[in-house]
């Protein structure tokens, strides 16, 4: 069978592991097949080598779209840290399109989903990115169904995977698709990585560390949840702590903060959870008064709900022993 080309389309400025991560997973495949069941490519989008976020630079097999092939296997978008603010050309956006459309399946890696997106080309389909970016992107293009917790989405020829480390995950499940199994564990074994990565984003992300945002009195009471979860933060405690009526406080919270006080409560709750489990030997009982929770039962729900994995689990994961 002739080998399969994979190519990954490469911006200024983009991760190196969002590159080298999927080159290394098909590579590794080549091996453990025992053929070159791959062939590779890095596409660039300006002549020369390609400098990375990390100062380091790339060479790249071609140059999109003047020297690129517009036929490959499967294309992949490596992100960039400062993919918005990039300037793409209405002729790497066209040459983007028509070489998708030859593909088998294509895909992104973290934020190359929004160049996809330029094109059209997420429309319609259930796709993921880096969880403090997918906000945006959803904004951005509303015929999308952004899934901000998943760490990689297959829907159709579409495949997007979230952050750097995410790229390796969507790689090994692409080997696994056209290998089989036993091919795709062997090079998760090499390679020493979760088979399959239990969990979603939100175990990995720090959403509840964020910066008080709003007027001056919602700030004072972000603080206020933060450094004191164990406390009765209802809606008329936290009203009355604001100076506000209980009513207007709630209206006022979810236009600023985009979500209601007790989700809000919620989040920070869980995140000094986290904390506690990644740094800590305590009980979940203990921890779960120390945090807010009736019981530790009670925790253990709203963690497997916001995290997608048991206190347990995730200390087992994260703990800094």
Not at 195 to 223: C, D, H, M, N, W
Request: hydrophobic share 45%.
């Amino acid at each position: 069978m002739a080998p399969r080309s994979i190519a990954i389309l490469v911006l200024p400025g983009a991760q190196l592991l969002d590159v080298a991560g999927p080159l290394d997973v098909f590579a590794e495949a080549n091996i453990q097949s025992g053929r070159d069941v791959y062939n590779l490519a890095v596409v660039g989008t300006e002549p020369g080598h390609i400098m990375t976020s990390s100062g380091r630079s790339l060479v790249s097999d071609f140059v999109a779209p003047e020297t690129a092939p517009t036929h490959f296997d499967t294309l992949l978008v490596a992100g960039a840290p400062r993919v918005l603010e990039a300037k793409v050309g209405a002729d790497l956006l066209e040459w983007l399109g028509r070489t998708v459309a030859h593909c088998r399946r294509y895909g992104s890696v973290c934020s190359g989903a929004f160049l996809l997106g330029q094109v059209g080309l997420l429309d319609g389909y259930r796709v993921t990115t880096h969880w403090a970016m997918a906000k945006a992107l959803a904004e951005r293009f509303h015929k999308t169904f952004v899934e901000p917790d998943a760490i990689c989405l297959f829907d159709g020829p579409l495949r997007t995977a979230a952050g750097a480390t995410a790229g390796l995950d969507l790689a090994l499940a692409l080997v696994g698709e056209d290998l089989g199994l036993d091919i795709a564990q062997r090079v998760a074994a090499q390679l020493v990585m979760f088979f399959k990565r239990g969990g979603s984003q939100i175990q990995l992300s720090r959403r509840g560390t964020s910066a008080p945002v709003g007027r001056s009195a919602l700030q004072e009471v972000q603080r206020w949840v933060a450094s004191h979860p164990a406390e009765d933060h209802g809606v008329r405690h936290l009203a009355e702590r604001a100076g506000m009526s209980p009513r207007h406080f709630a209206r006022l919270f979810r236009a600023e903060m985009d979500l209601t006080p007790a989700v809000y409560v919620e989040t920070i709750r869980i995140e000094a959870v986290r904390r506690l489990l990644e740094t800590d030997s305590v009980a979940l009982k203990q921890i779960a008064g120390a945090c807010g929770f009736r019981d530790a039962d009670t925790l253990r729900r709203a963690f497997m709900r916001r995290v997608g994995t048991t206190p347990a689990e995730y200390r087992r994961r994260h703990a800094r022993s």
